[in-house]
């Protein structure tokens, strides 16, 4: 073989190893992180198992990174030479000894939404602050920020082009996977509502359209199950999942609306939980 062959296959052999580098977790996705802006890193359900490669990076090479108390203990190995800080408190994600999505009144509804409204102001004036240092700031997102999150909260302090958004798996992408079903039913009304109920008359509306339902921060059972009852048959299948990519407490329980009230009576309320209702499960 002469020499130019052998410089020619050397650099080839250089370019693989460098391009297998880049495609391992841990190395970078060539996304550029930006000294002074802000990046809302959807981090899926659970731990780094279900973030994205892009999320990871962004982590990595950002100065800064918020996160609640949850994501910061699933993630500590990726976060143990950050500077990280406390993105809302432990007592936002509560009602007395319940989760905050188990209001059980207006009243209770309307105090968990001002004391996550007062977090996020004092939140966005944090951001703002390190940001002004010409630091990027991760603020680390539970799921996908797109659907459900805190990214609602904080866009009418930003302008477009202060932030980013990363996206992350959902929980409902995990939990269906659970179920190794499809959530769309060619046959059937090949649909997928994603709801937080917050009004009754709302679920009811929803649920005349008989399409598969998945409930985020779902509150109380009773009332759902109640509201769901007058639409759909007993035997219509519910299964709910709670604590998702958690290995020593996910937990998956499968009923039909008629069932799943007793079916659930030994399971501790939580506000980690999806609740899917609809044929696709029979
Ligand atoms: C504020 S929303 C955030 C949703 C998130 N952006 C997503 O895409 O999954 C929180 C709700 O998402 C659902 N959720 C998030 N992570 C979960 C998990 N690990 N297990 C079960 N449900 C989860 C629950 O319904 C929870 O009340």
């Given at each position: ?36 802006k ?25 100065d ?5 108390n949850?994501?910061?203990q ?78 609602r ?62 409930f985020?921060?779902?509150g ?9 009852e ?53």
């Open positions: 073989m002469r020499q130019r062959d052998l410089w020619i296959m050397a650099v080839f052999v250089v370019a693989f190893i460098g391009l297998g580098l880049l495609a391992t977790p841990g190395s970078s996705t060539g996304y550029t992180v930006e000294k002074g802000l990046y809302f890193v959807g981090v899926g359900p659970a731990g780094p198992q279900f973030a994205t490669l892009q999320a990871l990076d962004v982590i990595r090479k950002a800064v990174v918020f996160a609640p949850f994501i910061r699933a993630f500590n190995e990726q976060l143990k030479d950050k500077d990280v800080r406390l993105a809302w408190p432990d007592s936002v994600y509560k009602i007395g000894d319940r989760p905050y999505t188990a209001a059980k009144s207006k009243k209770e509804g309307k105090k968990v939404l001002e004391e996550i409204h007062k977090n996020a102001e004092q939140l966005g004036e944090e951001f703002r602050r390190e940001m002004s240092q010409g630091k990027s700031v991760a603020c680390l997102v539970n799921g996908d920020p797109c659907l459900f999150s805190d990214l909260w904080f866009k009418k302090y930003f302008k477009d082009s202060e932030y980013e958004v990363i996206p992350g798996l959902s929980s409902f992408n995990v939990g269906s996977a659970l179920f190794k079903l499809d959530l769309t039913q060619p046959m059937g009304l090949n649909t997928v509502i994603l709801n937080h109920p917050v009004k009754r008359s709302q679920v009811k509306d929803l649920a005349e359209h008989e399409a598969t339902m998945v985020f921060m779902a109380d059972l009773e009332t759902l199950v109640d509201d769901l007058k639409e759909y048959s007993d035997d219509t299948p519910v299964a709910i999942v709670d604590f998702i990519g958690y290995p020593d407490r996910q937990r998956l329980t499968k009923g039909t609306l008629q069932t799943i009230l007793k079916d659930m009576t030994s399971v501790p309320d939580t506000d980690l939980r999806l609740v899917y209702v609809g044929e696709f499960m029979k």
